[in-house]
């Protein structure tokens, strides 16, 4: 099946900070990759879809200018939290679609926990 | 609006009973259903998906689960729980056009005891 990665795999950052976190699509090429946060006992929010070559589309209520996506090629979108702030302290997880997926199946990342001091 | 609903927010269940997680969605076409399974501190895990055919869907780990038209449903099952199985459960709907995200219930949180 198909592997998504991320990167690092937990964060650990001061305060005013920024942290940049790596979704890779290891097998397949990937024009669209979205952006899950997850609070403790939460379930998935989604905060962004990225689209390659072109900028993301961000949910309500989701800070462009804090959580700063690129998705520079077929298998990489970055998410960057710029200045965070204990509040930002969260498990991130990416998703990713092969383009020929007949059902639109996503493949998830493992996540990445950011903790900030 | 499409939306997931998990009515059960925490089931505790012996080890070696069945189990039941329930989960309705709302969506204005065919959906696509997943259940997700999720251990703590760790990424989703996929149990299981229904696309199209056979309502009765058999996943990993001895779970399955029936898609029911007319209820909006798709109950999760699983015949005998062991204790490996206690972690948090989602249910998601998607979309069958390319680039839309899932929409994920708020979770059930399974617990099994001895």
């Known amino acids: 099946g198909a592997v998504v990665s991320q990167h690092p795999s937990w964060v650990i950052c001061k305060s005013g900070t920024s942290v940049k976190i790596e979704c890779r699509s290891l097998d397949f090429q990937a024009t669209t990759m979205f952006w899950y946060r997850q609070f403790p006992k939460q379930s998935l929010m989604l905060m962004a879809t990225s689209n390659e070559g072109s900028k993301a589309t961000y949910e309500q209520g989701v800070e462009k200018d804090k959580f700063l996506i690129n998705h520079a090629s077929l298998t990489l979108s970055t998410l960057t939290v710029t200045s965070a702030h204990p509040e930002d302290s969260s498990f991130y997880i990416c998703?990713?679609?092969?383009?020929?997926?007949?059902?639109?199946?996503?493949?998830f990342g493992p996540g990445t926990r950011l903790t900030v001091l | 609006a499409q939306s997931v609903t998990q009515p059960d927010i925490h089931i505790t269940v012996s080890e070696g009973a069945s189990l039941e997680l329930r989960c309705n969605y709302s969506y204005g076409a065919t959906p696509y259903l997943f259940w997700y399974v999720q251990s703590p501190g760790q990424g989703l895990q996929l149990l299981l998906k229904?696309?199209?055919?056979?309502?009765l869907v058999q996943g990993i780990k001895g779970f399955e689960a029936e898609f029911k038209r007319s209820q909006s449903s798709f109950n999760l099952r699983k015949p005998s729980v062991h204790w490996s199985d206690a972690a948090e459960y989602f249910c998601a709907v998607g979309a069958y056009q390319a680039g839309t995200a899932l929409i994920f219930g708020k979770g059930t949180t399974l617990s099994v005891s001895s």
């Open positions: 229904y696309f199209s055919g056979d309502t």
């Open positions: 998703s990713a679609s092969p383009p020929d997926s007949p059902y639109n199946e996503q493949f």
